[in-house]
C-alpha cells in the first residue's frame, strides 16, 4: 500500500479576494503535484503575530504526523528577520521568526515544550530562483515547504538556530484560591476565549465565580443551551480553555469584551475584589 500523499497547511494574514494564497499553491504544486494543501485559515487580521500563534497552536496537534504548517504573517517580510524551519513531535513549522511559534515555545499553562530541531532558511536550492522584497511566502516558504514535502531532510534547508524571536505569551497567575488570566482570543461568534485551562481550574468549578469586566458568572455550563438564550455563560470551549460567550449571541459585543480583559476566577468564599 502506498504511503498517504503528505498535508501542507496554509495560515495567513493574506485573505482570498487577491491572489497571494492560490499563487503559493501554485508554487507548492509546481515542485509537488501530489501533495495536500488545506487552507487552515487567511483571515488572520493583517499582521497580527499573536492571532496566528495562538491560532496554529490550537489546530496543529489535529493533523497527521509529518504534516507541514507554513505560516506567513511577517510585518517584517524583506528586513533582516530569519526564515525558519523548526520540527517539533513530528510537525514541521515553515514560518518567519518574528514569534508566531510563541504558543508553542511557551505553552499557555506554563509547562516547556519537548525540544525543538530549529533550522534557519539558508540553502537557495530550496527556494525560488528570485526572492522578492514583499512576498516572501512565495519565494521562500512555499517552496521550502513543498520540498520538505518531498522529504528533503530539514538539515539540508539550512544551519541551527538556537534562540527564537519569543512573542510575550500571557500566562494565568493562580494565588491561594485565585485564578488571574485575560482573554486571549475573540472568535467569529464573539465568544471570548481565555488563557484559563480546564486542568488550571482542578476540577472545583462549582465553588468559584468568574468575573469579568464587571460580568459574573458563578456556574460553567456543559453546553451554550444550559443558558437562556442572550444570558452570558462560562464554558469550556474546544481548545480546553475557558470560554466566556453568551447563548445566541456575542459576548463581544453583548459585554464589551476584547483580547487582553481580565479574566479573575475566585473561591466564592473570598472576598471580592474591583477589577
Do not use: W
Amino acid at each position: 500500500m502506498n504511503e498517504s500523499p503528505r498535508i501542507i497547511t496554509l495560515t495567513t494574514d493574506f485573505g482570498t479576494s487577491d491572489a497571494y494564497v492560490g499563487t503559493m499553491k501554485g508554487v507548492i504544486l509546481g515542485i509537488n503535484p501530489s501533495v495536500r494543501v488545506v487552507d487552515l485559515t487567511h483571515a488572520i487580521p493583517p499582521q497580527d503575530i499573536h492571532e496566528a500563534a495562538f491560532t496554529i497552536h490550537s489546530a496543529y496537534r489535529y493533523f497527521p504526523k509529518g504534516t507541514i504548517h507554513t505560516v506567513v504573517v511577517d510585518p517584517g517580510v524583506g528586513s533582516h528577520r530569519q526564515a525558519i524551519v523548526c520540527e517539533i513531535n513530528g510537525a514541521f513549522f515553515v514560518c518567519p521568526d518574528n514569534g508566531v511559534l510563541g504558543y508553542l515555545l511557551q505553552d499557555i499553562d506554563g509547562s516547556p515544550l519537548p525540544r525543538m530541531n530549529v533550522v534557519a532558511i539558508q540553502n537557495p536550492a530550496y527556494c525560488l530562483p528570485e526572492i522578492s522584497n514583499t512576498f516572501h511566502g512565495r519565494d521562500i516558504f512555499a517552496p521550502v515547504a513543498a520540498h520538505l514535502s518531498r522529504d528533503v531532510p530539514i538539515a539540508d534547508i539550512g544551519p541551527p538556530v538556537e534562540n527564537l524571536v519569543q512573542l510575550p505569551i500571557p500566562i494565568p497567575e493562580v494565588s491561594g484560591g485565585m485564578i488571574t488570566g485575560q482573554i486571549v482570543k475573540i472568535d467569529r461568534f464573539g465568544n471570548a476565549i481565555t488563557n484559563i485551562s480546564e486542568s488550571a481550574l482542578a476540577g472545583e468549578v462549582s465553588g468559584y465565580e468568574i468575573n469579568v469586566r464587571g460580568t459574573r458568572l458563578t456556574r460553567l455550563n456543559r453546553s451554550y443551551a444550559e443558558s437562556a438564550v442572550g444570558e452570558p455563560l462560562a464554558i469550556i470551549g474546544s481548545f480546553g480553555l475557558l470560554e466566556i460567550a453568551i447563548n445566541g449571541g456575542s459576548a463581544e459585543n453583548r459585554l464589551g469584551l476584547k483580547r487582553g480583559d481580565t479574566v479573575v476566577i475566585r473561591k466564592a468564599h473570598e472576598p471580592h475584589q474591583k477589577i
